[in-house]
């Protein structure tokens, strides 16, 4: 079992969660892994909550990880709620090539928190636990392209017909939901530094 980080628990209430949600290939991880890496935050990331194979939902011939029925909001609750509280917690971690949980992985509290994932605001509960809501906002057309230059592979049909819609419909929620709105038609570096602008004017 991994740990996620060496440092004792912070010991008092003080703890926040911090909610990035976004398009595939909006910039969520990178940012918050850029972060982590300065700063030595504890980012989590929603593609850890994946169901396993056998129970993701299918669209057609293909397995749909485009909504929220194929997440254990349940299991993420829970983790939330430890973070919260300053304790330690256990989390999964999820092979997307394996469709399996392959092992899990501690988490430790710090003052600032991460979780990032497209389909982060989906839930109430979830919100609710989430002390910033931050959407990164991309044109699907630009989805698109850098879906493509990242995975040359991904099958088109399953970009057009799964990803893009699911991301016009819940891309739209998210954004509804959330304290702040980034353009993510943007550079990385331009995004990333409004995030911290934001994070900074909060915390």
Request: hydrophobic share 35%; aromatic share 12%.
């Amino acid at each position: 079992m991994e740990t996620t980080r060496q440092e004792d628990p912070v010991k008092n209430n003080m703890i926040y969660l911090i909610g990035i949600a976004g398009a595939t290939s909006s910039g969520k991880t990178t940012i918050c892994e850029h972060i982590n890496q300065r700063y030595g935050y504890t980012h989590i990331k929603l593609d850890d909550f994946f169901l396993d194979e056998k129970d993701l939902p299918f669209h057609l011939q293909w397995k749909n990880m485009e909504i929220p029925e194929s997440l254990d909001f349940d299991y993420l609750s829970k983790v939330l709620i430890g973070i919260k509280s300053g304790e330690r917690t256990v989390m999964p971690k999820y092979s997307k090539k394996e469709y399996r949980k392959v092992d899990f992985q501690e988490v430790i509290p710090t003052k600032i928190n991460f979780i990032e994932g497209f389909l982060l605001f989906a839930r109430q509960d979830i919100r609710d636990l989430l002390d910033l809501k931050i959407f990164i906002k991309v044109e699907p057309n630009i989805v698109r392209e850098r879906r493509l230059t990242r995975q040359p592979d991904v099958k088109e049909y399953y970009l057009d017909k799964i990803i893009i819609p699911a991301y016009k419909v819940y891309g739209a929620n998210a954004e509804r939901y959330a304290d702040n709105v980034i353009d993510g038609n943007r550079s990385i570096e331009e995004i990333e530094e409004d995030f911290l602008k934001i994070v900074r004017e909060h915390f």
